[in-house]
């Protein structure tokens, strides 16, 4: 499911996402939207031209954020107030090695996102990543468990707020 360069107000509820490649719901410099109540299993990598591995996500967002932008159409262009809540995500396998597939991925421009209440298992890779030039997003009351690398990652350098998550066996 794409939805680049979409809003306001659009909203992705109760699907069921399974043995799909790559970024199962892309939100690419998306926009006031709600991605809720969603199921996605099987996600499985592919190969990405710019890297030699292969990545994947259940949910990816994001969008430029370039310093050239203007303020006034950055918020056009970022991925910026979207609502990612209640969706499970499990059971990712890649197709070939080295591959990371995450179950949550805000990719650079992300900002001022909620990430609340979803269920992530059984991942290779971080399950939940909050990229560089991702700002002020709110990532709370996420469970994360068995995921094959950190629960929880950004970069720490700028202003995310993560609370009142469970971090377990990752």
């Known amino acids: ?6 809003g306001p107000g659009n ?4 699907n069921t996402l399974t043995n799909n490649f790559g970024y199962n719901l892309r939100c690419w ?4 939207n709600t991605i809720r109540n969603n199921t996605i299993t099987k996600v499985r990598a592919k190969d990405v031209v710019w890297s030699k591995k292969y990545f994947a996500a259940g949910i990816w967002f994001g969008g430029e954020d370039k310093k050239e932008t203007p303020v006034a159409e950055r918020y ?4 910026t107030k979207n609502i990612i809540e209640g969706n499970s995500i499990s059971n990712s396998a890649g197709e070939s090695q080295p591959h990371e597939i995450y179950g949550i991925w805000c990719d650079v421009g992300g900002t001022d996102n909620i990430v609340r209440k979803n269920v992530i298992h059984n991942t290779n890779g971080v399950g939940v990543l909050i990229e560089s030039r991702c700002d002020r997003n709110i990532i709370r009351e996420n469970i994360v468990y068995n995921s094959g690398d950190a629960g929880f ?17 990752n």
């Open 29 to 32: 410099g998306c926009f006031e």
């Open 11 to 14: 909203m992705i509820e109760g």
């Open 1 to 6: 499911v794409m939805l680049d360069a979409a």
């Open 76 to 79: 056009r262009t970022a991925g």
């Open 153 to 169: 990652s950004t970069p720490g350098f700028r202003v995310n707020m993560a609370n009142d998550n469970v971090w377990e066996y």
